[in-house]
């Protein structure tokens, strides 16, 4: 015997349950200023004891808004992006608004094109876009959009349509930390070079170096993982020509401090490490590792902010980049 399916309820229960006809309720919950404040208050608490849901599809057909973001990803799981994604799901909602999520496979054009269909066809009213490649803003730039657009790219500062971090100002704060210690021998472990945030943090710290005329090494492209700074850190451990190393992210950090610990090298009485983004772990290392904390979930409400302002046509919205923050912990010190 099949159990019994329970119904969710609807429209006509809520106005059943509230005494007025289904078009007062659809006027409701589309704040419409006709309805009296005992009316409004009375559907609302129906509403809130039997759980009712408005079907959203049903909603974009009577109004033309589906009240719906559409939110692109390349497929990462990287904690800047997700964090960012949080935060954006939270203040959409808060706005009233629900957001679908597409991550493309690639950084492709066609890549693009088609995860941009998917969320099209679900009549999305904005659309941002959180993708850290080069490639994907290039192919992006060649698509004709019918919908407002805020994307996460630090490349396109004080761009009314774009939201992001001063990576070049953060690697500028840890690289300069390191000098005013008395480090001049810095080495920069980067991020992949296609990475828009890889770029600008490498841009960042050969500044920070030139300005103080240091011999300027050549930075060692990573991928991101503490495997590769635990590999790196150990090739490095064949030169002990520096005294340094600016990590362009946590994790790399990690695999280096690891090699160096291994190795026999006191931390940061040989060498002084620093890393970027400030993770959950980060004030966990052993040493607690110095970083450049980026506020992702600031990043993720400012977006939707922007995106909000675009749909209802106000422009008082503060769209300068988000200034990231020097943590000064354990990793560093000046050079014996």
């Given amino acids: ?16 349950l509230a005494g007025v006809s289904y078009q007062t309720v659809s006027r409701v919950l589309n704040d419409s200023p006709s309805i009296k404040p005992s009316t409004r208050q009375r559907v609302l608490q129906v509403i809130d004891e039997i759980g009712y849901r408005p079907n959203q599809a049903a909603r974009a057909l009577v109004t033309s808004k589906s009240r719906t973001i559409g939110v692109l990803t390349s497929t990462t799981a990287h904690y800047g992006p997700t964090t960012s994604l949080r935060a954006i799901e ?16 690639t950084g492709d054009p066609g890549s693009v094109t088609e995860s ?18 080069v490639r994907v803003f ?9 919908v407002p657009l805020v994307t996460l ?23 300069r930390h390191l000098i005013e210690l008395g480090h001049e021998e810095i080495i920069h472990l980067a991020g992949p070079r296609d990475w828009i945030e890889a770029e600008a943090r490498m841009h960042g710290f050969l500044v920070e170096v030139r300005d103080a005329d240091l011999r300027t090494h050549p930075p060692i492209l990573g991928d991101w993982t503490a495997d590769t700074g635990y590999r790196v850190g150990h090739e490095l451990l064949g030169y002990r020509d520096f005294t340094a190393v600016f990590a362009a992210n946590d994790q790399m950090a990690l695999g280096l401090i690891h090699a160096f610990l291994e190795a026999g090298l006191d931390v940061p009485g040989d060498v002084s490490v620093a890393g970027f983004d400030d993770i959950p772990e980060a ?39 988000v200034t990231p923050e020097l943590v000064l912990r354990s990793s560093t010190a000046p050079p014996r």
């Fill in 138 to 146: 290039d192919a992006f730039r060649e698509l004709a959009l019918t």
């Fill in 90 to 105: 939270d203040a959409a909602r808060a706005a009233g608004y629900v957001v679908s999520t597409t991550s493309m496979v």
């Fill in 283 to 321: 004030s966990h290392y052993w040493p607690p590792l110095t970083t450049v904390r980026q506020d992702f979930a600031e990043l993720g409400r400012r977006a939707v902010a922007l995106l909000l302002s675009q749909l209802e046509g106000t422009t008082e919205v503060d769209h300068r980049q």
């Fill in 153 to 175: 790219d630090s490349t396109a500062a004080d761009s009314p349509r774009s939201m992001a971090v001063d990576q070049v100002a953060g690697a500028r704060l840890a690289t």
């Fill in 1 to 16: 015997m099949e159990p019994t399916r329970v119904r969710a309820p609807s429209i006509r229960d809520v106005a059943r």
């Fill in 116 to 133: 941009l269909e998917h969320l099209m066809a679900q009549a999305v009213e904005g659309i941002v876009v959180i993708a850290p490649q």
